[in-house]
C-alpha cells in the first residue's frame, strides 16, 4: 500500500466536510421528517384503518424518523466521521429493506396483496441487494481509511524517534 501524503489526508476531510454532503443530508433530513409527519397525519386521522395498515404506518413513521436522527447526527457533528455514518446508513437500509421485503412477503402470503405483494417484495429484494453493496463497499473504505490512519500513525512514531 503507498503512504498516504498530506495532500491526500486535505483531499479526503474536504470531501467528508464538503457542501455536497451537507446538502444531501439535509435533504434526507427533510424529506424523511416530511414523510413522517404526512404519513403520521394520516395515520392519526384514519383511526378506522384495519390493524395490518396500522401497523404498516408504525413502521413507515419509525423507519422515517431513524432517518431523521441519522441526518441530524450527521448534520451536527463538528469532526470527520471517518465513513463510519456510511456504515451506519448501510446497517440502517439492510435492516429497513429486509423489514419491507418480509412485510410485503408477509402481505402476499397471508393477506390480500396477491401478486402485487409479491411484485414489491421483489422489489424490495433488489433494494436489499443494493443496500447490501453498499454496505459492504462503506466497510471496505472505512477499513481502508483505517489502514491509512495506521501507516500514518507508524510514520509519526518513527519521525519521532
Known amino acids: ?23 444531501a443530508y439535509t435533504a434526507l433530513l427533510l424529506l424523511t421528517l416530511g414523510a413522517a409527519g404526512a404519513i403520521g397525519s394520516l395515520w392519526l386521522t384514519e383511526p378506522s384503518l384495519p390493524l395490518r395498515t396500522h401497523l404498516a404506518f408504525a413502521v413507515l413513521v419509525g423507519i422515517n424518523l431513524s432517518w431523521v436522527s441519522y ?55 433488489v433494494m436489499l441487494a443494493v443496500a447490501i453493496a453498499l454496505l ?3 466497510r471496505k473504505n472505512f477499513a481502508r481509511l483505517l489502514e491509512r ?10 519521525a519521532s524517534r
Open 136 to 138: 459492504i463497499h462503506a
Open 149 to 158: 490512519r495506521r501507516v500514518l500513525e507508524v510514520q509519526l512514531q518513527e
Open 71 to 125: 441526518a441530524t447526527w450527521v448534520l451536527t457533528r463538528r469532526r470527520v466521521l471517518l465513513a463510519g455514518h456510511r456504515i451506519i446508513a448501510g446497517r440502517m437500509a439492510v435492516t429497513f429493506s429486509a423489514v419491507f421485503v418480509a412485510g410485503a412477503a408477509i402481505v402476499g402470503i397471508w393477506g390480500p396483496g396477491g401478486s402485487a405483494a409479491f411484485a414489491a417484495a421483489g422489489f424490495g429484494l
Open 1 to 23: 500500500m503507498s503512504t498516504p501524503t498530506a495532500k491526500d489526508m486535505q483531499r479526503l476531510i474536504a470531501g467528508e466536510l464538503s457542501l455536497r454532503s451537507r446538502i
